[in-house]
């Protein structure tokens, strides 16, 4: 992490103590010095108001954790002159990045007698496995062994008149009568009976075609032969080199599959990609002819959307779930996104992909980000979604730094193969009736930006917006955002707009970052640490959040978790899971009230602080079994063998 402060440039730093003229630790959120005290202080002050002390000391529970996933206890500061104590050689890499070797157990796990769906759905016929089926049949025996339900209000039932889960449900008192069958409000049922609050859903039918490649790839197949007649005959261009060899997955069987699907009889006139000439290509169509058909949407029809002066929650992996945007939604985002969805696994019908594509009926602007590495799979992927999905825009993911998506030449390898990265945007754009965007790095390397030589090329490859995130991939976040470079960058994209991205925690970040060029902007772990920062920059104010206030936050999310996932018990500790990992960044945020100076900037830890009473100093906490304490606040106590650690690294105690 970045040690850079705000502090003024003649305050001179003792670099034995690491502490500026001003008393402050560099490096360290200023804190009211009334609020500051030690670990151990806050940590017994913390302690003391869980319940019954849970038997283990917070110490050896800390050294056991770390013992069991061989992660570190605690970080270090780095000094001035970058020397470090003889006691402080250690092996940097294991403080950064992803626990990869988290323990990891799947929600059902905590359910182990699990009731047939016949059962819960209350069908009129039986089970169609009969004795063979794998889950349980006798509700009397099933309540028995059920554990206890955790309220006497169901928010399902509560809202929509009906709580799909029934008996399952962990608040099924609120709507089962005495012989276990599941009540119905029907005047606030039949208020919702024709909405469909979330779209995008994958159906069966769809899943099934795709599984067996039965769908037909028209416009994707006819683009894809202007490929290869562009290509020079005897080889591959120069840039698909070892990337390629090394990357050789389902991507070529599904071009072979999918190409069965077209036959000749109808022409349709696709653009040259190398020339610029007209192609006239030989394409089967079967059944009547429709408009469709006849009419091909011009770039100039397609679906305009207007970027400008708005607001951009960032597609963010694990965090930003549709649960998380509703709470974003309500804090006045503009634009939001879904998060990362490989177009390989959508294009085999996974569920669990399909389902970050899903939109809530609150998402007014709402867009997908593809992320991929070859023309044929991410061309087949867009016309896929165009064609049965709803959106706003589709994004293509030329940022993300991870190994696993850089190795196969996607996510930032796609800066360094500009050649395939055309391919890709105007295949996407020829079957995309909706705008195309496209977010980027500064490049791949620390030193060397690269930005500004791909942004003239994606403009005449004719992408809708640009977002720019002021980091290589290399310096993932040890540095600030470069702003300077965004700037630039925003003056050679014009008239396309380009949104900048990084290190905006405040409202007076937000209008800095406004003074640029830049036609809008992209807030991603400042919304995570403080969601209500949408709300903060409209209205140009700090808001002294309140812990109650931050807790009913919480719960909103909570209630729309179990809306989204389900009431019973998976859904419940699904719903913990992806709110534990919020709270591993929610938990670096200092009220307001408590700093000496404002705004908290995104690179200042927090020392150890209490709160104006407990629950803010509960929040403040960098430890798991606080977390989880709080999600016990909301959805109950945890099952008997419930572990947990975050996906990313945050405990950002020195």
């Not at 195309?436 to 030193?447: D, M, N």
Request: glycine share 8%; aromatic share 8%; proline share 4%.
């Amino acid at each position: 992490m970045d040690t850079t402060t705000q502090t003024s440039d003649t305050a001179s730093t003792d670099v034995s103590t690491n502490k500026t003229t001003n008393g402050f630790e560099k490096g360290c959120a200023a804190i009211k010095p009334q609020y500051l005290t030690s670990k151990e202080k806050f940590h017994e002050f913390v302690d003391s108001g869980l319940e019954g002390g849970k038997g283990k000391d917070r110490g050896e529970a800390e050294s056991a954790a770390e013992e069991a996933t061989g992660e570190p206890e605690e970080k270090r500061i780095k000094l001035d002159n970058g020397a470090q104590p003889e006691d402080d050689k250690y092996d940097k890499k294991k403080f950064r990045g992803q626990n990869k070797s988290r323990p990891h157990m799947k929600p059902q796990k905590y359910d182990d007698r699990r009731l047939c769906p016949s059962i819960i759905q209350e069908r009129e016929t039986k089970c169609f496995y009969g004795d063979k089926c794998k889950f349980f049949h006798n509700i009397a025996e099933y309540m028995a062994s059920k554990p206890a339900d955790l309220g006497e209000r169901c928010y399902l039932y509560d809202t929509f008149g009906k709580c799909q889960y029934g008996v399952t449900c962990r608040f099924a008192k609120a709507h089962t009568g005495p012989d276990f069958k599941n009540l119905v409000n029907d005047d606030l049922f039949n208020t919702f009976k024709d909405r469909t609050p979330v779209r995008n859903n994958l159906s069966k039918d769809l899943q099934w075609q795709l599984r067996k490649r039965k769908v037909p790839f028209k416009g994707a197949d006819a683009y894809l032969k202007t490929i290869n007649k562009s290509k020079p005959q005897g080889g591959k261009d120069k840039e698909s080199d070892a990337v390629e060899k090394d990357s050789a997955d389902s991507s070529c069987c599904l071009a072979e599959a999918q190409n069965e699907h077209t036959e000749a009889d109808s022409t349709v006139t696709v653009k040259n990609t190398e020339e610029g000439k007209s192609l006239q290509v030989a394409e089967k169509s079967v059944g009547a002819l429709t408009d469709v058909d006849i009419v091909k949407l011009r770039p100039c029809e397609r679906k305009q959307v207007d970027f400008r002066d708005k607001l951009y929650l960032a597609p963010l992996t694990t965090c930003g779930n549709l649960p998380f945007r509703r709470v974003c939604k309500r804090f006045g985002v503009d634009i939001t996104c879904g998060e990362m969805a490989m177009c390989t696994n959508l294009l085999q019908g996974q569920t669990s992909e399909w389902a970050l594509l899903k939109r809530h009926e609150s998402e007014d602007l709402f867009g997908v980000q593809l992320e991929g590495c070859f023309p044929d799979t991410m061309t087949r992927c867009a016309e896929l979604l165009n064609n049965n999905i709803d959106v706003d825009f589709v994004d293509i993911n030329s940022g993300c730094p991870i190994d696993l998506v850089f190795k196969k030449g996607g996510g930032c390898g796609l800066m360094m193969r500009t050649n395939k990265f055309e391919q890709i945007v105007r295949g996407m754009n020829s079957v995309l009736d909706v705008p195309l965007t496209v977010k980027i790095r500064t490049g791949v390397q620390e030193k060397t930006n690269t930005a500004h030589k791909l942004i003239p090329e994606l403009k005449k490859w004719g992408v809708s917006l640009i977002t720019l995130h002021g980091r290589s991939r290399e310096q993932r976040y040890t540095k600030l955002a470069d702003w300077d470079y965004i700037d630039t960058c925003s003056k050679l994209a014009s008239p396309i707009p380009l949104f900048g991205n990084g290190d905006i925690l405040s409202w007076e970040d937000a209008m800095k970052a406004r003074e640029t060029g830049v036609s809008g902007i992209m807030v991603a772990r400042g919304a995570l640490i403080k969601p209500w920062i949408f709300t903060e920059i409209k209205e140009r104010r700090h808001w002294d959040i309140s812990s109650s206030e931050r807790l009913d936050v919480l719960r909103d999310f909570t209630q729309f978790g179990m809306e989204h996932w389900g009431s019973d018990t998976q859904g419940l500790e699904k719903t913990r899971n992806f709110l534990l990992e919020w709270l591993s960044f929610m938990c670096r945020y200092i009220p307001v009230g408590l700093l000496e100076r404002v705004p908290q900037k995104i690179n200042e830890r927090p020392p150890y602080y209490m709160g104006r009473d407990y629950l803010e100093s509960l929040m403040a906490s960098q430890n798991v079994e606080d977390w989880v304490k709080i999600s016990e606040m909301l959805l109950g106590p945890v099952p008997k063998n419930f572990s947990f650690l975050p996906k990313h690294k945050a405990n950002a105690y020195k």
